[in-house]
């Protein structure tokens, strides 16, 4: 996925700052990005460039310009665009598959720890991701996407489960 495409889609809710967008995409359950912000803003550069966004420059008292950026029609036809193309089916890197591939050779307690471990970490992300549906709401269609994760990390528990009870035989 494009940083391109993600800023237009928060830019097609409300117009925003670039540090805004930052804390969208840090809160994202979906947009697992760990870029700097200057690849939002050298984004958010390319975007106005190329007529997708304008940005409305906002002086403020003992501070610099804030700078606001609102997706334009054109920014709004190229999401449609981008949307209505099929994606490819997901590449999951997965670090417990990933551990899981050599934990073999090494004593089988070390390998139910690391498993606890996660369980608990699973546990906790999925009670974090209901409590945040139960305040958050949203349309229909964004609730149907929180359900899908909570599905995913409930599914992932209890894989790991049965995992650690066939281990334990």
């Not at 117009?15 to 939002?40: C, M, V």
């Not at 008292?61 to 490819?88: Q, S």
């Not at 699973?122 to 229909?140: A, F, H, I, K, T």
Request: hydrophobic content about 40%; glycine content about 4%.
């Amino acid at each position: 996925m494009s940083i391109k495409y993600a800023l237009l889609g928060f830019l097609s809710e409300t117009p925003l700052t670039g540090y805004d967008l930052k804390k969208r995409f840090s809160a994202s359950e979906i947009f697992h990005w760990s870029g700097n912000n200057n690849q939002i803003y050298r984004a958010l550069v390319e975007l106005h460039d190329e007529g997708l966004v304008s940005v409305d420059v906002q002086q403020q008292a003992n501070k610099p310009p804030r700078k606001v950026y609102t997706i334009t029609e054109a920014g709004r036809a190229a999401l449609r665009a981008w949307i209505g193309v099929t994606p490819e089916p997901p590449q999951i890197q997965h670090a417990l598959l990933e551990k899981l591939t050599w934990a073999d050779q090494f004593e089988p307690e070390l390998i139910s720890a690391m498993l606890t471990s996660y369980a608990e970490d699973l546990r906790v992300y999925l009670l974090m991701l209901r409590e945040r549906e139960q305040r958050n709401g949203g349309s229909p269609l964004q609730r149907r996407i929180a359900e899908h994760w909570q599905s995913f990390y409930q599914s992932e528990l209890d894989w790991v489960s049965t995992l650690r009870h066939s281990l334990e035989r």
